[in-house]
């Protein structure tokens, strides 16, 4: 852990700091005065994005044991805001994808948002301040994958500890955006060219729908009409039809096209 602190400001930690929405939280919350501790597998990425704002820097694979402890330690340590972003798409479909792979996925998607969300509540809860973004996805509200699953899961679990917290001024909040520009996609080799430009945001815009639906104690932000309205046919339609629009709306499943 490097330790290059500012002397005032409340904390943000951010995992996934390296690249897209991550880096878009760093740069939002160092331009509002935060100290930033930045998380991320990636060293030469993590330290330039952190170069920009005299970070802190944890370079952590979070999948790793040890790693994760050391992420857990620093949050106990106490800070004011974290973020779980870190995350990853499959390039396979679910019959193709090795159960190490799930794993992994499901552990940097559920068990790393529960114990660094633990880890950095009480603090919170005694100074009745400050609170959790964890990145869920508008494709939570869909069978599609396991990646949606994890997804719904950190909607889920959100929503339910804002239940918890809430009373003490500690808000949770789960981020749910659509199909974001970043290099997510990329680094999952998916084919994105027949989605139309207008479902598209850039990662500036949905944090800054992040930043203000937590501070407004929301549990869920969804950025944009466009994920609105399609999260609201999700929970409006039957739930046959919509099984039924993903089993028909392309050979690979949606995490692929429909994010
Ligand atoms: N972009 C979208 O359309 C979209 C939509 C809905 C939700 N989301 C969610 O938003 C979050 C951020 O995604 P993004 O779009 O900003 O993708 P991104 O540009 O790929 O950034 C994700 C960052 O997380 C890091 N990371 C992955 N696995 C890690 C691990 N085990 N330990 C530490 N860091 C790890 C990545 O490092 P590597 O590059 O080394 O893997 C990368 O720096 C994810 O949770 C994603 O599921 C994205």
Not at 1 to 13: K, Q, V
Not at 103 to 111: K, V
Not at 195 to 206: E, G, K, N
């Amino acid at each position: 852990m490097s330790e290059e602190r500012s002397a005032s400001g409340p904390t943000a930690l951010v995992t996934g700091a390296g690249s897209g929405i991550g880096a878009a939280f760093a740069r939002a919350l160092a331009g509002e005065g935060y100290r930033l501790v930045l998380v991320d597998r990636d060293e030469a990425r993590l330290k330039a994005v952190a170069g920009e704002f005299g970070a802190e820097t944890v370079v952590a694979d979070l999948t790793a044991e040890a790693d994760l402890a050391r992420v857990e330690a620093r949050c106990r340590e106490g800070v004011d805001l974290l973020v779980n972003n870190a995350g990853f798409g499959h390039p396979t479909e679910f019959l193709a994808t090795p159960v190490e792979a799930e794993i992994a996925m499901a552990r940097l998607h559920m068990e790393v948002v529960l114990r660094l969300t633990l880890a950095a509540l009480p603090s919170m809860m005694e100074r009745r301040s400050g609170g959790v973004i964890n990145l869920a996805s508008v494709l939570g509200f869909f069978p599609s994958s396991t990646y949606s699953a994890s997804k719904s899961w950190v909607a889920n679990f959100s929503r339910s500890a804002a239940r918890s917290t809430l009373p003490a001024n500690v808000a949770v909040t789960a981020l749910c955006p659509g199909f974001t520009r970043t290099a997510f996609h990329d680094s999952a080799g998916m084919d994105m060219t027949g989605i139309p430009r207008f479902l598209w945001l850039d990662a500036d815009t949905v944090v800054a729908t992040a930043l203000r639906d937590w501070r407004r104690g929301r549990s869920l932000s969804i950025p944009g009409w466009q994920n609105k309205t399609i999260v609201a046919l999700a929970r409006l339609l039957p739930m046959r039809l919509v099984d039924r629009i993903m089993t028909t709306s392309g050979k690979r499943p949606l995490a692929v096209r429909a994010r």
